[in-house]
């Protein structure tokens, strides 16, 4: 079982940066693929960024290439979004996910086991 916690969420005005962190429990921590994602308000959820067990691997939706990046530390059990240029539409709910194992993509909140409670992110223009 593991159980995640974001934070570093907040209200920033446009092109401006915040850094979430997931942080994690449990002892398999360092074998689970991990994700972000969001959701707005009236929206579906959606794919934000992966990162393979490892780190050596990242996905990102085409919106935040460039201006997001994933990364983790398995020491710390910490998974981290740094988003920067953010713009009013980045505005949502952000959410971290663990797979129990890699499914051949990131992109689907169905093949992800563990979810957080979510952080807030409101970004003003």
């Known amino acids: 079982q593991v159980q995640l916690q974001e934070s570093g969420g907040g209200l920033v005005q446009a092109g401006g940066s915040l850094r979430l962190s997931c942080a994690a429990s449990?002892?398999?921590?360092?074998?689970?693929?991990m994700g972000w994602f969001r959701q707005a308000p009236g929206k579906e959820r959606e794919f934000v960024a992966g990162?393979?067990?490892?780190?050596?691997?990242?996905a990102y939706t085409d919106s935040v290439k460039g201006r997001f990046t994933i990364s983790r530390d398995n020491a710390k059990n910490t998974v981290y979004l740094q988003m920067s240029s953010l713009k009013p539409e980045d505005t949502a709910v952000y959410y971290c996910?663990?797979?129990?194992?890699?499914?051949?993509?990131?992109?689907?909140?169905?093949?992800?086991?563990?979810w957080g409670q979510g952080t807030q992110v409101t970004v003003s223009s």
């Open positions: 990162i393979s067990w490892k780190g050596g691997s990242t």
């Open positions: 996910a663990a797979q129990r194992y890699y499914t051949g993509t990131y992109d689907y909140t169905r093949d992800y086991a563990y």
């Open positions: 449990g002892r398999t921590f360092s074998s689970y693929p």
